[in-house]
């Protein structure tokens, strides 16, 4: 599968973005998906994940109550609604997808995922 994310940009502290995550080649049904971030100089971070038919999510503590992720399988995109967000948030933003199902304590896992997107960038000014 590949996967192409994109929706980051700047935005002010407190303001929404919505991120997307495109699917091609394999229906993204056949996935449990995450998103990771990245700001310069510090390590991968999980962010969210959701399983394959997105009954089951989880949340970093850092974003939880301020950002959801959801999936539209017909239309083979993955989201990350990110609301009330702070200059902390700052960074690039990964989606992956796992070919294999995983559970609540592997979701977090960034080398649990198989495939990763390109990344986008989200900048929040404070």
């Known amino acids: 599968v590949q996967l192409q994310a994109s929706g980051g940009g700047l935005v002010q502290a407190g303001g929404s973005l919505r991120l997307s995550c495109a699917a091609s080649g394999r229906p993204l049904s056949s996935y449990d998906m995450g998103w990771f971030r990245q700001a310069p100089g510090k390590e991968r971070e999980f962010v969210a994940a959701i399983s394959w038919g997105g009954a089951v999510t989880n949340y970093a503590d850092s974003v939880k109550g301020r950002f959801t992720i959801s999936r539209d399988n017909a239309k083979n995109t993955l989201y990350l609604q990110m609301n009330s967000l702070k200059p902390e948030d700052m960074a690039v933003y990964y989606c992956?997808?796992?070919?294999?199902?995983?559970?609540?304590?592997?979701?977090?896992?960034?080398?649990?995922?198989?495939?990763w997107g390109q990344g986008t960038q989200v900048t929040v000014s404070s």
């Open positions: 992956a997808a796992a070919g294999r199902r995983m559970t609540i304590t592997t979701m977090n896992r960034d080398y649990e995922y198989d495939y």
